[in-house]
């Protein structure tokens, strides 16, 4: 077997691609400039060394392939020296579908958000129907361990991000997979540092649907408009809608607000009902999606179902990571404001009326130039208060999100002043939300550790 070099090997699609090649027996090596739980725990934990930094030298000399993640660009010094040194060089997507997806069926997940949760919740369903799926999520789902899986089953599970594969290729990722099964969850704008509108990401999703075969699935969002828009550019694959319409061929019918308890009908018939430890209409939909999936690749759904009780999704999808003073911390991953309103909302019709107070990272590109600064505060109307993490690099102003938020709001220059802020507004019974799509200086657990009685 040859020897891998990953540039970006931190990140969570390409700590998923790290793992795959070390299961298929190659030599695994890596270097990222932002390692950190829970990719960095993974890493370890398969013995895969991991060099900090990017430097000339980082990439050795006999090195068969080199694997370069999208966040990677020309200027780097380790793109420069492999460029300079004519080493063999390729993107993780491309890797993906040239080393492990042919030969499978594979099922993609696309769409602005949800890919992660969508993604495990269809591989737990395919694993509990006993087809022992591979899979490439963007995260490290509880239920297995790990973030990717070869799988000795036909089927392969891949989160489908829209964003651009790499340097030298500003295809979507989603592109190299060429699905017979593909979810559209959803469509917004997002990725303002490459995208420069939404028409443009509705045409990567275009580009999506043309590979899918006339024998495949397309799980398509039916209260989605951009999805309607992309299905009208011209589709070739048979169409099943998701939602809470119930003309729709999948519809959900909620038995609890907050979503912990869903029925769910196809075509009309009722399948049967889910009761699970997710929250929000959100999860609803990615449950639903998923279910539509498995049952397109000829899963008995009633077989499948109440395996979704034991569900235990994604670290760092609100994660609870412990209890003090009577005040609960969560972790979650939240990048965009859609995200970010959903899960609040999740959160306020279990929690009731006790106070959630959410501390938060703007960190996507998207974040930081910007592009979403009218929509956060509305996003945010499900708390109660909001310390917000204005870095001084952060390129907007963040007084306006500030001044426009429903409660009460925080902005401080780094991670100990919001700890500090935090532990002066914290009290009995709150619920304490730290978002953000980036490692936060272990600012979540630090908070539970400040918490602790010494």
Known sequence: ???????????????????????????????????????????????????????????????????????????????EAVLDAGQRYIS???????????????????????????????????????????????????????????GSGREFVVEADEYDTAFFDKRSKFVHYRPLVAILNNLEYDHADIFPDVAAIQRQFHHLIRTVPARGRLIVNGEDAYLAEVLAMGCWTPVERFGFDPALEWHAELVEADGSVFVVHHRGARIGEVRWSLLGRHNVLNGLAALAAAHAVGVELATVMPALAAFRSVKRRLEVIGQ??????????????????????GLRARVGEARIVVAMEPRSNSMRLGAHAQALAPSLDGADAVVFLHRPELAWDAAGVIAAVRGDAYAVPDTDALLSRLDAIAMPGDHVVFMSNGGFDGAPRRFLAQLQPS
């Open 92 to 150: 993780g997507a491309q890797w993906l579908s040239e080393q492990v997806l042919p030969g499978r069926d594979t099922l993609a997940v696309a769409g602005t958000h949800g890919k992660t949760t969508t993604t495990t919740i269809l591989t737990w369903l395919l694993h509990s129907a006993g087809r022992e799926p591979g899979f490439l999520i963007g995260g490290v789902a509880e239920d297995f361990g790990v973030s990717a899986r070869i």
């Open 1 to 79: 077997m040859s020897t891998i070099h990953i540039l970006g090997i931190a990140g969570t699609f390409m700590g998923g691609v790290a793992a795959l090649a070390r299961e298929k027996g190659h030599t695994v090596r890596g270097s990222d400039q932002a390692i950190y739980p829970p990719m960095s725990t993974q890493l370890e934990r398969l013995g895969i060394a991991l060099d900090p930094g990017y430097r000339a030298d980082s990439v050795a000399p006999d090195c068969d392939e080199v694997v370069i993640g999208n966040a990677l660009s020309r200027g780097n010094p380790a793109v």
């Open 324 to 345: 003090a003073r009577d005040v609960t911390v969560y972790d979650d991953f939240a990048h965009h404001p859609t995200a970010i309103r959903t899960t609040l909302e």
